[in-house]
Nanobody
Framework: QLQASGGGLVQTRRPLKPSCSAS????????IGWFRQAPGKGREAVSC??????????VNSVKGRFIISADNAKNTVTVHLQMNSLKSEDTAVYYC????????????????WGQGTLVTVSS
């Protein structure tokens, strides 16, 4: 079960930190990614973290502004996406997804998806 939360309305250049919790999670080698879908556009990969070595990946448009991190507890993984210096173009529904093994930027590579959380950046 994937559960995304922490979206909301925020002004430009302000921060926001949505989270994604994966409960009853027993997979040892996995990656959790964040995707987003803006109105009228396709779903794009934003960031990903790999459980094997903690390596991370970011789409160019968020590099230097977003930071992905993970907290591990018994059978639960929580992945945070610290979003700084938000821009109006960051407005989208943000989804988290999990796949076996390493990060991928391709939506088709992810097996499980959570519901989205809406992030609206206003000027």
């Amino acid at each position: 079960q994937l559960q995304a939360s922490g979206g909301g309305l925020v002004q430009t250049r302000r921060p926001l930190k949505p989270s994604c919790s994966a409960s009853e999670f027993r997979q040892e080698d996995y990656a959790i990614g964040w995707f987003r879908q803006a109105p009228g556009k396709g779903r794009e990969a934003v960031s990903c973290i790999d459980s094997a070595d903690g390596s991370t990946w970011y789409v160019n448009s968020v590099k230097g502004r977003f930071i992905i991190s993970a907290d591990n507890a018994k059978n639960t993984v929580t992945v945070h996406l610290q979003m700084n210096s938000l821009k109006s173009e960051d407005t989208a529904v943000y989804y988290c997804a999990v796949r076996i093994r390493s990060c991928s930027a391709y939506r088709r590579d992810y097996q499980h998806w959570g519901q989205g959380t809406l992030v609206t950046v206003s000027s």
